[in-house]
């Protein structure tokens, strides 16, 4: 009995982490709520960024290997669009990977992707703020589309001067912090030359 007992107790366990390791942070998410000033059509905004690239993301492993991370949305309608997004390498011999995304707008700042490639998947997105750069924490509710992660976006064809935008991705990395996001962050770019 008291076997059987354990087998179950470890089981739960198990079952119990598998589940909260697929889930997003509710403590970062309640703290962007705090402090974004509940931004509305963001879709809309990221829309009339055109290109844009990623230039603050997570430091891993594979970061060396990142030439670029590029993006678009399309035009929403009512509250929906669809976007793509193409990783470049430094070994050119792989060629750039391109992703579709189907978008829904909610409310405050959220968004979920709908990963449409082979791999299926969900992302919730949180931006911290969308103005001429867009901040943000995005998380996987399925773990198919990778951990918890914040970054920073800018328009391929920003208007902003190099030492405007490199002070925006200053803050926002300052931002990703106070709510709670810890981990280190890399610069996909220097802006500063």
């Known amino acids: ?4 007992v354990t087998v179950l107790c470890v089981v739960l366990s198990l079952v119990q982490y598998i589940i909260a390791i697929n889930k997003c942070n509710e403590d970062i998410i309640e703290n962007i709520l705090k402090m974004n000033g509940c931004p509305q059509s963001v879709l809309s905004k990221l829309h009339t960024f055109g290109d844009f690239k990623h230039v603050l993301v997570p430091e891993t492993d594979m970061l ?12 929403p309608i009512d509250g929906s669009s669809d976007a793509t997004f193409t990783t470049g390498f430094s070994n050119k011999s792989l060629g750039p ?3 579709n995304y189907h978008m829904e707008e909610h409310e405050c700042g959220h968004v979920t992707d709908f990963h449409s490639s082979e791999y299926g998947g969900q992302t919730e997105i949180y931006f911290l703020s969308i103005g001429s750069t867009g901040c943000f924490y995005r998380c996987s ?31 926002c990395e300052e ?3 106070e709510v709670g996001m810890v981990e280190p962050f890399a610069h996909l770019f220097d802006l500063s030359t």
């Open 1 to 4: 009995m008291h076997f059987k």
């Open 64 to 75: 060396d290997t990142l030439d670029y991370i590029h993006g678009c949305i399309n035009e």
């Open 97 to 99: 990977h391109t992703v």
């Open 141 to 171: 509710i399925d773990g198919k589309e990778g951990t918890e992660a914040g970054g920073c976006i800018v328009p391929l064809n920003g208007q902003d001067d190099h030492d405007t935008l490199q002070e925006a991705i200053n803050k």
């Open 175 to 177: 931002e990703l912090a």
